[in-house]
């Protein structure tokens, strides 16, 4: 075999080993980041709550304060143990759309449910903190 065909072989192969480890490292679900490269905290905001708390039907956001570049807040909320919304904001300068909340969606028509916001890095999805609270009726 001549030094071009072992060269070509050679990178063919390094080539294929390096898709297939693409293709494993995806099907683990994504990259993680390491442990402490990025913090954050943050609070509810209740945009039309009559009362101090918040109810089905009102809109919520967060401040949301952390070192990552691209900051997003995952609001997801149960009834009863079954899902009845899972939202997704950015908060950083440049995003583009709102980062009101409401506590409505197709599948959530009435009634109470828990709430949980995680803040995570939108480049890693490494979690920078989180919060719960509950939503009434």
């Known amino acids: 075999m ?3 065909h072992t060269i070509a072989l050679g990178l063919a192969l390094f080539l294929s080993l390096s898709i297939l480890a693409g293709v494993a490292e995806a099907g683990k679900g994504g990259h993680r980041n390491a442990a402490g490269s ?5 609070s509810l905001v209740l945009l039309n709550s009559t009362d101090g708390l ?3 039907g009102q809109n919520v956001t967060f401040t949301v304060s952390s070192t990552v570049s691209q900051p ?3 609001l997801t909320c149960y009834q009863n143990g079954d899902w009845v919304t899972n939202q997704y ?3 950083y300068a440049g995003y583009p759309w709102s980062q009101v909340f409401p506590l409505a969606t197709w599948k959530w028509t009435g009634g109470a449910a828990d709430c949980t916001a995680r803040l ?3 480049l890693t999805n490494a979690t920078l903190g989180s919060m719960s609270f509950h939503a009434y009726e």
């Open 38 to 42: 990025g913090s954050g905290s943050l």
């Open 72 to 74: 997003w807040v995952n």
């Open 89 to 91: 904001v950015g908060f």
């Open 120 to 122: 995570f890095d939108g």
């Open 2 to 4: 001549s030094v071009k």
């Open 54 to 56: 918040a109810h089905y």
